[in-house]
């Protein structure tokens, strides 16, 4: 019996040197965690369990009232936000689109709004015919935070401000404001005789309701945080902004700090007014935004829907009652819905719309003659953003996930994107914030010779480092290489999401190359656009293609999207 013991407590020893030699095995196999935590910037943080640092950071830029100071400290949440590679900036947009000759008047700002109302057309046609995109997301204004959405708000809302063609902020439902000597109550005078285009009258009652449902917990609005600025303003609990109709021709608000962008604010569709009996008509605690998706509803703006035909097209026509209405000579806007860039193109040469705000890829470079086709500048950047709390992180330190997302970064051929794809001259991102975006301080917040967090064109300049480098850093976080190419007991595999233009698809190809070429799989899924936007703000992805149009010229802008509450916040940071 005590031999059998022995015998047991034996093999029990060598099952016990057995597992540890497995558990040292399977450590080796984990990469290198302690390496990992090198090769991170100091500024790293955990960007799930750690963001509140970066929710305090952006909060405390929106207060600070030492200008040169706020400007240093949005220096820093970009290099938190840079150090954990979830962010993968591909190149600064401009806008590209094809526009008759006998059209004039249509007008962009720098944030990619498009406005139609002034448009005129010399072949004495009185219905201009446009392609935006397709199937709009939302076309609630307090809801909407894609482009094309901005701009069928800008043409069919009005807010107290809005922009020139000059892309200059000017007075739009407002005559003007009064500013406290602290630079905290604004005083807004509305013009007389403002009118819904349901001929009732709009007041400052009608602002001082519709922003404080968009600032409203409950309403679920992306850009809820733009309001975080204003007194009284939660982003946990249903509580009210300080914003007051003294009379009907009057609004006051108090903000908790300077804001030297406010007018932009003012001008942007989140603060413009909605009208509260048409919303509350068919707005539901899980539908908000029901009011407006079909047409007939009342707007305050120089067009009103008139028609809609889901995912074909829709109608808007003019609102007489809109305050400039006067100089309104286009009747109709006819919108066809589609984001299929050759049937979009096709549409234009054959006649059927008279502006397409988007080409084929293949079509650019014989367009560039074309004075048709046209390029303006826009500020914002093309990217790519990976879901912090992806399955393909699982089992990984939060250093050796950034350093899996570096070596993802490193390894696309940003030049190829913008010489083969972007075609116009776009210039390749090594951060974020785009060249050229005013820093707050009278200065500017990055230049092209600045400098950014990695180098852009490093993958061209010195191919064998950048992909040696790229390895390393998967190295680290347990993958194994053979002959420069991932091992097959160790393989990457995930999905890239995207909408459907020729465009996107053509940056996911190459994309997809990239990381081929150390053995990294990736598999492209394609979706209609209201479904990609909605799938990517819910986290339903790994990897999926991105953009960011500034809405205002101020880095915070493009800083405090990425907080955990936003609605924006596609990379699910602190959740």
Same mark, same amino acid.
């Given at each position: ?219 679920? @609005?992306? /850009?809820?945080?733009?309001? =975080? *600025?204003?007194?009284?303003?939660? !982003? $946990?609990?249903? %509580? ?102 050759? @049937?979009? /193109?096709?549409?234009?040469? =054959? *006649?059927?719309?008279?502006?397409? !705000? $988007?080409?084929? %890829? ?102 064998? @480092? ?110």
């Amino acid at each position: 019996m005590k031999k059998f013991l022995a015998i047991l407590l034996a093999l029990a020893m060598v099952l016990s040197f057995a597992a540890c030699g497995e558990k040292k095995v399977e450590e080796t196999s984990n990469g290198d965690p302690e390496k990992a935590k090198t090769l991170v910037s100091d500024a790293f943080i955990d960007p799930v369990t750690e963001w509140a640092t970066y929710d305090a950071l952006v909060a405390s830029i929106k207060s600070e009232t030492d200008m040169a100071k706020r400007t240093q400290m949005m220096h820093d949440a970009e290099d938190i936000l840079m150090s954990n590679y979830c962010v993968i900036p591909f190149y600064y947009y401009n806008d590209v689109y094809l526009q008759k000759d006998y059209v004039s008047g249509i007008y962009s700002n720098a944030f990619a709004t498009k406005f139609f109302m002034y448009t005129t057309m010399s072949n004495g046609a009185t219905t201009l015919k446009l392609n935006l995109a397709s199937e709009p997301d939302y076309l609630d204004p307090a809801l909407n935070s894609s482009v094309d959405g901005a701009c069928l708000a800008a043409n069919s809302f009005s807010g107290l401000y809005t922009y020139n063609a000059e892309g200059k902020c000017t007075p739009a439902c407002a005559e003007g404001y009064e500013l406290s000597a602290d630079g905290l109550t604004y005083t807004v005078t509305l013009k007389s005789g403002l009118k819904w285009s349901d001929g009732t009258p709009l007041t400052a009652a009608d602002f001082e309701y519709s922003w404080k449902r968009a600032a409203d917990i409950n309403t679920a @609005a992306d /850009y809820q945080y733009m309001y =975080s *600025g204003f007194e009284g303003y939660s !982003d $946990s609990e249903s %509580t009210a902004i300080n914003v007051t109709a003294l009379d009907d021709t009057t609004l006051q608000f108090v903000l908790t700090a300077p804001c030297a962008y406010m007018e932009d604010l003012m001008a942007f569709p989140t603060f413009y007014p909605v009208q509260k009996a048409c919303v509350e008509a068919k707005a539901t605690a899980d539908a908000p935004g029901a009011w407006c998706q079909e047409a007939g509803f009342v707007s305050n703006g120089a067009y009103v829907c008139t028609g809609w035909n889901h995912d074909t097209g829709m109608t808007y026509t003019k609102n007489p009652y809109w305050y400039d209405a006067d100089k309104v000579t286009v009747e109709t806007l006819e919108f066809m819905l589609s984001d299929d860039d050759t @049937a979009i /193109y096709a549409a234009y040469n =054959s *006649g059927d719309i008279d502006f397409a !705000d $988007s080409v084929p %890829t293949d079509e650019i470079a014989s367009l560039k003659s074309n004075p048709e086709f046209h390029i303006v500048d826009e500020l914002g950047t093309y990217y790519a953003a990976f879901n912090c709390k992806s399955a393909i992180f699982e089992g990984k330190t939060p250093e050796q996930a950034a350093c899996m997302r570096e070596a993802f970064s490193i390894l696309i051929d940003r030049d190829y994107i913008c010489e083969n794809v972007g075609q116009t001259g776009q210039v390749a991102a090594d951060t974020y914030l785009p060249i050229g975006m005013a820093d707050g301080n009278g200065g500017v917040f990055k230049t092209a010779t600045s400098g950014g967090y990695y180098d852009a064109y490093g993958i061209n300049n010195d191919h064998d @480092a950048t992909v040696a480098k790229a390895i390393e850093l998967l190295e680290v976080a347990g993958y194994k290489f053979k002959d420069g190419k991932l091992d097959a007991s160790t393989p990457i595999q995930l999905t890239y999401l995207t909408n459907t233009s020729s465009g996107h698809i053509a940056v996911a190809e190459s994309i997809q190359q990239d990381l081929k070429q150390v053995g990294i799989e990736l598999t492209i899924e394609q979706q209609d656009w209201n479904v990609f936007l909605e799938e990517r703000k819910n986290g339903n992805f790994d990897f999926a293609r991105e953009g960011w149009i500034a809405d205002f010229n101020d880095p915070i802008n493009m800083l405090e999207m990425w907080i955990t509450n936003s609605g924006n916040n596609d990379c699910q940071f602190g959740r």
